[in-house]
């Protein structure tokens, strides 16, 4: 079993530059330090992904995981609604072998240049990705393109707090979060939004943590946060 010194070791010692490198090394004991995060600051904005999951799912519901990682998430969507067609991608071939269990098709590939025509599915989920990747505004672009008329889009992702006392009271946290998985917790001119009717924004845990909706008809663009969102620790 790995010990701490195992996970310091990650954790500091991670190759920067090569991402899929990274999460293949990672790969192991990803699971571990997901939970961990999710227990720190990211469980209420997964909560909100999965509650607005549960609205947008129907049966036979075509499904992409962006970034689908050990496959966390997919296996939430089949918990929810065993009739969904799943397809899960990541850039990581070790990550995604992880997600072995889960039926569907398997992709290695980029969530900034999806391999999938235009409007090819009903829901797009994206679990603590594009925080990881060069360009989010891009990478929900392509979210946004792939899915149907009548779809969703909906990810969480690592966020930069509002405040002094707030960010250098989570410095530790988020040079570990970079250091060992290449996140970079997102400020408010690199974060992907839309402000519609048919859009919402859910900021957790101090700032740390967001989740977002969106639908076909949103462009992204960075925008501040509209006074309609809502915070929640």
């Not at 969507?77 to 072998?97: C, F, G, H, K, N």
């Not at 040079?175 to 048919?198: I, M, N, Y």
């Amino acid at each position: 079993m790995p010990s701490p010194l195992d996970d310091a070791e990650l954790l500091f010692h991670a190759p920067m530059g090569d991402v899929g490198a990274l999460y293949d090394r990672a790969a192991y004991r990803y699971d571990h330090f997901r939970d961990l995060w999710l227990r720190l600051a990211g469980a209420r904005a997964e909560q909100g992904l999965l509650d607005d999951l549960r609205h947008a799912l129907h049966p036979g519901a075509t499904v992409l995981d962006a970034g689908c990682g050990t496959g966390a998430l997919a296996r939430q969507v089949l918990a929810i609604e065993p009739t969904a067609q799943l397809t899960l991608l990541d850039l990581s071939p070790r990550m995604l072998a992880k997600a072995d269990d889960v039926p569907g098709d398997h992709i290695i590939g980029s969530v900034l240049d999806l391999p999938f025509p235009d409007n090819s599915f009903d829901i797009v989920l994206s679990g603590w990705v594009i925080e990881t990747v060069p360009d989010p505004i891009a990478a929900v672009a392509e979210y946004l393109r792939v899915i149907n008329p009548g779809g969703s889009v909906l990810y969480t992702f690592c966020s930069l707090p509002q405040g002094f006392f707030s960010r250098a009271g989570s410095a530790w946290l988020r040079g570990a979060v970079k250091r060992g998985f290449a996140g970079q917790f997102l400020p408010e001119e690199s974060t992907p939004w839309h402000d519609c009717d048919r859009s919402h924004r859910l900021s957790t845990h101090g700032g740390l943590a967001t989740q977002i909706a969106l639908a076909k008809c949103c462009t992204v663009a960075p925008q501040p946060v509209p006074s309609g969102s809502v915070a929640a620790q």
